[in-house]
T-cell receptor, first 113, second 113 residues
C-alpha cells in the first residue's frame, strides 16, 4: 500500500496564481484532512471531509477550497495565492469517526513570492 | 477553548540519558492522546497513542508515554536517548475520541553525542 500520497513535493507560486495540491489515499479511509504547518505554530486544520461529497471548514479555511468526489482523492485548491500561504501542507486520513490516529502524507512545501 | 500545550520549544539531552518531552491538554470529554514524530522534510509518523486502560503506553522506537488524568498530561519518555531520535515531536488530542486531532506546537528534540 502506498498510504497517503501528496503531489507535488515542492512548488513556487507567484502572487495571484492558482494551483491544486493533490492528495490520494489507497486505504479506503472515509475521513481526510488538510493541515498547514507553520514554524513554531504546529498544525492548523484547513478543511476536512468525512466522506465523498462531504466537506467542512477547519480553523483556517480562508483562501482555500476543497472537493471530495471520490473516497480516494481530496485535492486542495488555492485560487489567488498570497505570501501568507507560504507553508508546508499535509494531507492525512483516518478510517472512520472514532479517531485512532491519522496517516499522513509526506507534505507539499509551497512558497508564494 | 480546547488546546494542547507543549511548553518547551526545544529539549536537549545527551545520548544515553533519559529524555522527557512534555505535553498538557485542555479538552472536554475523555481524550484520545497521540504522539507523532517528524524527521526533516518528512511527514508525521505515528509513535504511540492512549485510548483507555493502562496509563503507561509503549510505542515505536522504545518510546513510551504516561497519561495523567489529574494533571491532564501525556509526557513522552525514553529511558536512553539516541542521536537518531533527534526530530520534531508533536502531541495531539482527539476530544472524546470522535473528533479531529488538535495538535501542539511541537518540541524539537536534540540528542548530542
Amino acid at each position: 500500500n502506498a498510504g497517503v500520497t501528496q503531489t507535488p513535493k515542492f512548488r513556487i507560486l507567484k502572487i495571484g496564481q492558482s494551483m491544486t495540491l493533490q492528495c490520494t489515499q489507497d486505504m479506503n479511509h472515509n475521513y481526510m484532512y488538510w493541515y498547514r504547518q507553520d514554524p513554531g505554530m504546529g498544525l492548523k486544520l484547513i478543511y476536512y471531509s468525512v466522506g465523498a461529497g462531504i466537506t467542512d471548514k477547519g480553523e483556517v479555511p480562508n483562501g482555500y477550497n476543497v472537493s471530495r468526489s471520490t473516497t480516494e482523492d481530496f485535492p486542495l485548491r488555492l485560487e489567488l495565492a498570497a505570501p501568507s500561504q507560504t507553508s508546508v501542507y499535509f494531507c492525512a486520513s483516518t478510517p472512520g469517526r472514532v479517531n485512532y490516529g491519522y496517516t499522513f502524507g509526506s507534505g507539499t512545501r509551497l512558497t508564494v513570492v | 477553548a480546547q488546546s494542547v500545550a507543549q511548553p518547551e520549544d526545544q529539549v536537549n539531552v545527551a545520548e544515553g540519558n533519559p529524555l522527557t518531552v512534555k505535553c498538557t491538554y485542555s479538552v472536554s470529554g475523555n481524550p484520545y492522546l497521540f504522539w507523532y514524530v517528524q524527521y526533516p522534510n518528512r511527514g508525521l509518523q505515528f509513535l504511540l497513542k492512549y485510548i483507555t486502560g493502562d496509563n503507561l503506553v509503549k510505542g515505536s522506537y522504545g518510546f513510551e508515554a504516561e497519561f495523567n488524568k489529574s494533571q491532564t498530561s501525556f509526557h513522552l519518555k525514553k529511558p536512553s536517548a539516541l542521536v537518531s531520535d533527534s526530530a520534531l515531536y508533536f502531541c495531539a488530542v482527539s476530544p472524546g475520541g470522535y473528533n479531529k486531532l488538535i495538535f501542539g506546537a511541537g518540541t524539537r528534540l536534540a540528542v548530542h553525542p
